[in-house]
């Protein structure tokens, strides 16, 4: 890490009415000086030095005495700030112009703009973040739903981090006391040192096992909750896709074979982020465009969490996994199986109840509950390894606890990449470029 002093626009881009200007470095107090108490026209009683966290307003003038805006600075002193360093912020007027100009003036004194991620680099160098932390930011940033939000709370704050902590704790403590038995002698060790041992560790491939079978509820929160539409042509899947949606995202018309392709659209059910896809009807065509719109309702249909089939008449086979709906059903002479869900877009009605069951449907093939951790890719492949280990750890003991006390300590490693408190280059970068400008 480099000791530049860095800057970057942490609101969002475009005009607004506020915008809003980090600044970070080492010993900035004299900048932040040259910022509050702007020549001929800044903040009075320059004598008295900047105070930390008190917003200053002032009128920032280049070094010509030249009106730049009149701002808003608040200076951070180390390490209480974000990155640890010390941070200066100018929330001034957000027009595109004002804050080239901001820039510009900036860089006369000595700052360069910040790279993506650099500021949560900084803060987690300095000891102010972990990765957990940095995968919570990164995704309360993406947070489109309530569950995305609360989500990446728990994670930004610290939830995740104190379970990854506590495990790679336990697993220092049994690599430790398995190198003990092998050094000290029997009567110099706690009563039943080595029982304690096996059963820490199965207890530890337990709970993480756990966390992992629980991974596909929080892939669901945070990238979205795969819903796919799946019928014949002309049974009004695309008629429900737009009610489900609430505008006319698809084309409705009565020939069949209108929807060639998958059409999608994000919505929120029950405060969760859903995707769900309207799909190319299935049947048999000699049409290549319609062929390839077939092929890739297949491709949806594998990918898919919760599949709503639709017919326009009682199906010979009801399918088991996922949800069967009769459209058209203001057509239909009976409507009697509790089986399936009877909908009428002409008439309006089955809506509610089908509404009712997808969200039933999400909690149960959830667990009907949520992961305690927010396992993105990068957790999820270090969290197998740290399994892996463990349970060769426990496959291969036969009394040596060398080997046993190596495997639990690559299962400690693995956590700790998680954490970044054992980390590559790859891994600290691949994580940090996730984040945009001034984060």
Known sequence: MNNDTIFALSSAHGK????????SGQNLIDLAKQIIFSPSGGVRHSRRGVEPRHAYFTNLKDDNGDLIDQCIAIYFNAPYSFTGEDIIEIHSHGSPAVINKIFEFLRNHGCRIANRGEFSRRAFYNN???LTDVDGLIALLDAQTDKQRQSALRSLTGHDSIIYNNWRESMIEISAYSAAILD??????PKNIDKKILNKTKKLLEEIKSSLSQSRASRAIQNGFNIVLVGKTNVG????????????RAIVSSIAGTTRDV????????GYLVNLSDTAGIRQSRNKIEK???????????????????????PQELKTDGITI??????????????VIYTSVKNNTGFDKLLKTIKEKMHELMGNGESK????????????ESVSELQSALDKYDGNYDIFAEHVRRAGDAIGKILGVITTNEIADMTFQRLCLGK
């Open 237 to 248: 899947k695309s008629s429900i896709f737009n009610k489900l949606v609430g505008s006319n």
């Open 292 to 314: 390839i719109g077939i092929e890739r309702t297949h491709n949806e249909i594998e990918n898919a969490d919760l599949i709503l089939y639709v017919y326009n008449e009682m």
């Open 16 to 23: 607004s009415g506020v915008a809003v200007i980090r600044i």
């Open 184 to 189: 000290y002698a029997d009567d110099e060790l």
């Open 326 to 339: 009769i459209n058209k059903s203001d057509l239909l002479k009976s409507k009697t199986s509790k089986r």
């Open 128 to 130: 102010k973040m972990d």
């Open 263 to 270: 059409v999608s659209q994000q919505i929120d059910i029950d």
């Open 373 to 384: 951790l927010a396992i993105n890719e990068r957790t999820y492949e270090l969290l197998n």
